[in-house]
T-cell receptor, first 112, second 116 residues
């Protein structure tokens, strides 16, 4: 079993839809959870950063972490065509230089 | 703030030659830089971690003699792919972190390497 599992999609939704992206993980030592957005042939851009369990909201984006289920989610409200990208979850055990472990990424297309 | 650049953005080289990729932190001092490789439709795979002034720490399965990493200053790290082969063709991405970024890594835009 891989440390981080993420459905690669592709996921196609109409503009304005609520998008739900998810990752599961196996290592209970993970404490820091991140979501990155990557446009084609570009580097990842940090969207959300969460420590331990709970919710975090930033504009149209909400990140949820459920450590008891080893499950994290990213919700995008009122999705826009500009949200079309690959979304990568990432996590690590400790702060600082501990390596990030990435999911495979989910390709999202928002259709106008 | 926290901008990371890479140069070149795209490079084509012949098999057997070496190619150097630069990663720069433009507005902060990067005490640690990370190098990743990403194949099409795949996730990022960490290749190595480098701290300024120290030798890089390579991940299992990454040949340190083939992928030479130098982190000589707080704003520059280089990755040299030596004796490149077509199977080295990939998207190489660096990230950097420092006191200003806290725990977070900021990624460069990536370098696409094509070996013919």
């Amino acid at each position: 079993q891989k440390e981080v599992e993420q459905d690669p999609g592709p996921l196609s939704v109409p503009e304005g839809a609520i998008v739900s992206l998810n990752c599961t993980y196996s290592n209970s030592a993970f404490q820091y959870f991140m979501w990155y957005r990557q446009y084609s042939r570009k580097g990842p851009e940090l969207l959300m950063y969460t420590y331990s369990s709970g919710n975090k909201e930033d504009g149209r984006f909400t990140a949820q972490v459920d450590k008891s289920s080893k499950y994290i989610s990213l919700f995008i409200r009122d999705s826009q065509p500009s949200d079309s990208a690959t979304y990568l979850c990432a996590m690590r055990r400790n702060s600082g230089n501990t390596p990030l472990v990435f999911g495979k990424g989910t390709r999202l297309s928002v259709i106008a | 703030g926290a901008v990371v650049s890479q140069h070149p953005s795209w490079v084509i080289c012949k098999s057997g030659t070496s190619v150097k990729i630069e990663c720069r932190s433009l507005d902060f001092q990067a005490t640690t830089m990370f190098w990743y490789r990403q194949f099409p439709k795949q996730s990022l795979m960490l290749m190595a971690t480098s701290n300024e002034g120290s030798k890089a720490t390579y991940e299992q399965g990454v040949e340190k003699d083939k992928f030479l990493i130098n982190h000589a200053s707080l704003t520059l790290s280089t990755l040299t792919v030596t004796s490149a082969h077509p199977e080295d063709s990939s998207f190489y991405i660096c990230s950097a972190r420092g006191a200003m970024t806290g725990d977070e890594q900021y990624f460069g835009p990536g370098t696409r390497l094509t070996v013919t």
